[in-house]
């Protein structure tokens, strides 16, 4: 028991001495941000919790889908999105990043 306790904390304390010598250079990726017709309702209630690239890491998605995050976002985690700009965000997201289908 005592050697496994051991081997455990050797292990998890001789992390701390890795070194690297050259800079670690952290990749820069950017998102394409398409402007349009709601955008400005994106801006203002998407975007004060998520970076543009969780929005695109979605994928294309169908109407439905971008409804129900919507809704998720105000039902489960409180967002204050009012339905006129829960309906501009669908629609936006739909039209610039959307597969076409409805469902």
Same mark, same amino acid.
């Given at each position: 028991?005592? /050697?496994?306790?051991? &081997? !455990?904390?050797? &292990?998890?304390?001789?992390?701390?001495? *890795?070194?690297? $010598?050259?800079? !670690?250079?952290?990749?820069? %990726?950017?998102?394409? !941000?398409?402007?349009?017709?709601?955008?400005?309702?994106?801006? *203002? #209630? @998407? &975007?004060? @919790?998520?970076?543009?690239?969780? %929005? !695109? #890491? /979605?994928?294309?998605?169908?109407?439905?889908?971008?409804?129900?995050?919507?809704?998720?976002?105000?039902?489960?985690?409180?967002?204050? %999105?009012? /339905?006129?700009? /829960?309906? $501009?965000? #669908?629609?936006?997201?739909?039209?610039?990043?959307?597969?076409?289908?409805?469902?």
């Amino acid at each position: 028991m005592i /050697q496994k306790i051991t &081997l !455990i904390t050797t &292990l998890a304390v001789s992390a701390l001495f *890795a070194q690297v $010598k050259d800079d !670690i250079a952290v990749p820069y %990726i950017p998102y394409e !941000i398409k402007m349009g017709k709601g955008f400005d309702a994106v801006q *203002a #209630n @998407c &975007l004060m @919790c998520h970076s543009f690239g969780y %929005i !695109i #890491n /979605q994928g294309p998605q169908s109407k439905e889908f971008w409804v129900k995050k919507t809704e998720k976002m105000v039902v489960h985690f409180k967002a204050p %999105i009012s /339905q006129e700009d /829960q309906d $501009k965000i #669908n629609d936006y997201l739909y039209k610039y990043y959307g597969n076409g289908e409805l469902k």
